[in-house]
């Protein structure tokens, strides 16, 4: 009798564990198709940050013969390390890789870059990250951009180039986050704090106008202007130089 | 009584089981207003084209494409939502002064030129800040990216059309 007791008590935790597992399963499917792929909030600021963890290391990659000399070189401005390497041709294109430190916790794109060629040059160029390291505790963060000058002269004089990198700057706020990014960079700013700024932030259907409501008196408005364009989008200006020559 | 004691023990291990171990903590977060070009199921919505992301709730996902390009002083970048199964074109200002900024999401017909979701500034907008389309709902049909950023006002669509698309990109 004590026998059968035993059975039947194991008998049914085994049926509810068996019943409970399905629906805390079901449970969890149903709240998944629910959510779908929202971000949180401190995702959809940093939307554009990718996953480390499925990136290639961050070196310059070597896909070619080197088309031109030297190979690769280094050069430090304003504190960020900028190495190139790998010109080469194609098709009318002129393509490099770049590695640059990222000055903080967050994405830098280079926005500015022009292309000497003989006479001519252009700022038009398609970027391709090849890899990026976001910063930590201990490391400073790394990314790597495949830049292609897509608008090259046709017969041009291609013997020797000429890459300058204007500046750096910290990737644009997600859409319709643009005023709570820009207003927390600019508070958390020392330099606009330090100089009593305070921002209006008007946020639009596609776009956003901040405007400076308050300042201190020793500040002029296009000083004020300034502090607080620097610290919305947290630019690092160059020049960083790197000219190269056809290994003939 | 004993019969009691065991079904008391056998529902607190339901709890434990069932509502505990397959559990992963989820945010319940806003729902969106628009999907693709329209849908009727599971809930019928209406479509996202013609419409601004962040006010029906669509956000650039992590599968925005990271890549961007510059034209003539124009950053330009592709952006998706995956939750609104929609696409968008974004235009900053690089060119490193106030400029009037524009933006282009053409699509439609061989050169893509049947149809289009444009924006301006408003007025000339300082370096660095941006402007975005709105969205056109993903329906298979490549939208061609355009931007440009001038001193004065530019008539839309912002179009580089065949046999280059200089400065574009199709998507």
Redo the contacts between chains.
């Keep these: 009798m004590k026998t059968y007791q035993s059975f039947k008590?194991a008998t049914?935790?085994i049926i509810?564990?068996v019943?409970?597992?399905a629906?805390?399963?079901i449970?969890?499917f149903g709240?998944?198709k629910?959510?779908?792929?929202?971000?949180?909030k401190e995702?959809?600021v940093h939307?554009?940050?990718?996953?480390n963890q499925h990136k290639p290391t961050p070196t310059a990659s070597i896909i070619q013969a080197t088309q031109y000399l030297p190979a690769s070189q280094e050069q430090k401005t304003n504190g960020i390390k900028f190495t190139v390497s790998n010109f080469f041709v194609e098709n009318n294109h002129v393509f490099t890789d770049v590695c640059y430190d990222l000055p903080g916790k967050s994405v830098w794109?280079i926005?500015?870059?022009t292309l000497q060629y003989g006479q001519l040059s252009t700022?038009?160029?398609?970027?391709?990250?090849t890899s990026i390291t976001m910063e930590t505790d201990i490391e400073k963060g790394y990314r790597c951009l495949r830049l292609?000058f897509?608008?090259i002269s046709p017969n041009a004089d291609l013997s020797s180039l000429t890459l300058t990198v204007?500046n750096i700057?910290q990737i644009?706020p997600?859409?319709?986050?643009e005023c709570q990014e820009y207003t927390a960079r600019i508070h958390s700013n020392l330099k606009a704090v330090a100089a009593g700024i305070k921002v209006a932030c008007e946020?639009?259907?596609?776009?956003?106008n901040v405007q400076l409501i308050e300042k201190s008196s020793a500040l002029s408005e296009n000083e004020a202007n300034i502090i607080i364009?620097e610290a919305?989008?947290n630019?690092v200006n160059g020049p960083w130089v790197f000219t190269v020559t056809q290994n003939k | 009584m004993k019969n009691k004691q065991v079904l008391n023990f056998v529902f607190a291990l339901f709890l434990a089981i069932g509502f505990l171990a397959p559990w992963e903590p989820h945010t319940v977060l806003a729902a969106i207003s628009c999907w693709g070009e329209g849908r009727t199921s599971p809930t019928v919505l209406p479509s996202c084209t013609g419409k601004f992301a962040p006010a029906m709730g669509c956000t650039a996902t992590n599968a925005s494409d990271p890549n961007y390009w510059t034209s003539g002083g124009t950053k330009l970048e592709r952006r998706q939502s995956n939750n609104c199964n929609a696409r968008w074109t974004r235009a900053t200002n690089v060119s490193g002064f106030t400029r009037y900024t524009a933006a282009s999401s053409n699509y439609g017909c061989a050169s893509y030129n049947c149809g289009n979701q444009s924006i301006q500034s408003g007025g000339a907008i300082a370096n660095n800040l941006q402007v975005y389309t709105p969205m056109k709902g993903l329906t298979g049909t490549p939208i061609l990216s355009c931007g440009s950023t001038s001193t004065s006002s530019m008539s839309l669509p912002i179009y580089s059309g065949p046999p280059s698309y200089l400065g574009c990109k199709a998507w």
């Design positions: 008590f049914i935790l509810t564990a019943v409970a597992l629906t805390g399963g449970l969890k709240i998944s629910i959510t779908g792929t929202m971000p949180n995702q959809a939307a554009q940050q990718v996953d794109d926005n500015a870059a700022g038009d160029f398609a970027v391709s990250e292609d897509y608008n204007g700057g644009s997600m859409e319709g986050f946020q639009s259907p596609s776009g956003v364009s919305m989008f630019q």
